[in-house]
């Protein structure tokens, strides 16, 4: 693109919030009407934990207004997620799913490509039909016929993983993995197969100098990129359609007459739902049980309870940390007063903590009796269409390390994703230790 072309730069609210968010004191050391939870840094530096425990305890329903985004409340309580996330004819998702712009404010230039947004992002009608289109790649039928080659991929890269050294967890196993899902349900060239992670990072990345992108103008760039790249994909299954997500797409009555750039919005949501949510729950499954060994070694000693620490991991990690909505109309929530047009967000990552639905929330129990009931996938029509997939991801992965290793070691903390959005991890060192033959 040339010089004079270039998108002129602009704050979003997700910018706003960390650029105002840096050293901010903790929880419990603030007026509790100065806390903001979209705040990148909290989650960046691991301090989350008690700003959300605090307004749970004090102000379930708690008001925040920045400039860019306006008026905007954070549901902390379960039961509270779980009634907004159902009431898809109060609680609207066509204005987007993370912290947006104010409905009055002019959308700046660039800051979206393409017209259509993610049927995640839409309600029903539109919604339905566009998700039926690509749901069949995730029904259990397709999910059996897939389980082999998700194993043979899980083993080739745990047998190559080194012993007695140091390696990143995260690129390694997470992303490799995630990749190569990815790469099949797109029927991706496995050759660029990174090219669906880098894509994936820089959707809800907030730009910062030495970030994941340094500006808005490369974070366009990187989408162009993506929709030039599909765009050829979608030409090529026009005439050979298979069974991926892409010729889904172009072939789906819903879809297939919409224009490349208008795909953006679905493509990046399949890329960031098959991508970031499980890679960083694979990573945080080993982080997790490290930090609770008792319960790793119950997981060793018996691994029949694989399908429940899965569940009960995914609660603990909850990779996604929120959900938008916003209000159709004037409504009360806690005796909390909620105008038309106000922004909701549904803090899934308190929800998850909430001792009013899980006992000893912190912690992780791989025998807790209700942890499917978990809000990590959300709940009604918008529930993630990829829970199963997911599930399935981990558990073949954790059945494959019960067999080879002994231990999966952290070496130390890991560093997470700088974001209030995508609750993850971007580095975290291990060392294996294989099982002998006797």
């Known amino acids: ?45 691991n301090r989350w934990q008690e700003v959300f425990e605090r307004l749970r305890e004090e102000d379930p329903v708690h008001f925040n207004e920045i400039e860019t985004a306006g008026r905007y ?16 004819a109060r609680f609207s998702s066509a204005s987007g799913i993370t912290l947006g712009f104010r409905l009055d404010a002019e959308i700046p230039q660039g800051a979206f490509i393409g017209s259509k947004p ?35 991929r899980t083993c080739k890269v745990l047998d190559s993983l080194p012993e007695d050294e140091t390696f990143d967890w995260v690129d390694t196993v997470s992303i490799e993995l995630t990749t190569l899902m990815l790469a099949t349900l797109f029927d991706f060239p496995l050759e660029d197969r990174r090219k669906l992670t880098r894509w994936s990072d820089v959707v809800f990345a907030i730009p910062e100098p030495g970030g994941v992108v340094e500006t808005q103008e490369e974070k366009r760039q990187e989408f162009i990129a993506c929709v030039e790249y599909f765009a050829r994909l979608w030409e090529e299954r026009k005439e050979n359609p298979g069974n991926d997500l892409v010729s889904m797409l172009v072939h789906g009555e819903a879809t297939r007459d919409m224009h ?6 679905n493509l990046l949501l399949l ?24 319960q790793y070694q119950k997981l060793i000693e018996n691994p029949g309870l694989i399908p429940k620490m899965v569940a009960e991991v995914i609660r603990w990690q909850t990779p996604l940390s929120y959900m938008r909505r916003t209000a159709n109309q004037d ?18 990552v308190s929800g998850n903590r909430d001792e009013d639905a899980f006992e000893n929330a912190n912690v992780i129990d791989i025998e807790r009796p209700n942890s499917r009931q978990h809000l990590a996938f959300g709940f009604g ?50 060392k294996v230790k294989r099982k002998r033959s006797s």
């Open 381 to 430: 029509i918008h529930r993630c269409m990829g829970n199963r997939l997911a599930e399935l991801q981990l558990r073949i992965l954790w059945e494959e390390l019960l067999a080879r290793f002994e231990k999966i070691e952290i070496q130390d903390e890991p560093s997470r994703t700088f974001s209030s959005f995508v609750k993850g991890y971007t580095h975290l060192p291990v």
């Open 1 to 45: 693109m040339s010089e004079a072309v270039k998108t002129p730069e602009f704050t979003t609210p997700e910018q706003e919030r960390a650029i105002k968010g840096a050293g901010v004191a903790g929880a419990y050391d603030m007026p509790i009407e100065e806390i903001n939870p979209v705040n990148a840094h909290l989650f960046g530096e």
């Open 260 to 265: 490349a750039a208008e795909h953006l919005g």
């Open 118 to 152: 993610a049927f995640i992002s839409q309600d029903p009608p539109e919604h339905d039909s566009q998700r039926m289109t690509v749901t069949g790649a995730v029904a259990p039928p397709n999910l059996a016929k897939l389980e082999p080659l998700i194993r043979e």
């Open 271 to 294: 890329i960031v739902g098959g991508n970031d949510t499980t890679r960083n729950t694979m990573t945080g499954s080993v982080y997790g049980l490290n930090k609770f060994p008792e």
């Open 331 to 348: 409504c009360e929530i806690r005796g909390k007063q909620i105008k038309a047009g106000d922004q909701v967000l549904m803090w899934y």
């Open 73 to 88: 409340w954070s549901l902390t309580k379960y039961e509270d997620i779980k009634a907004v996330d159902a009431d898809h």
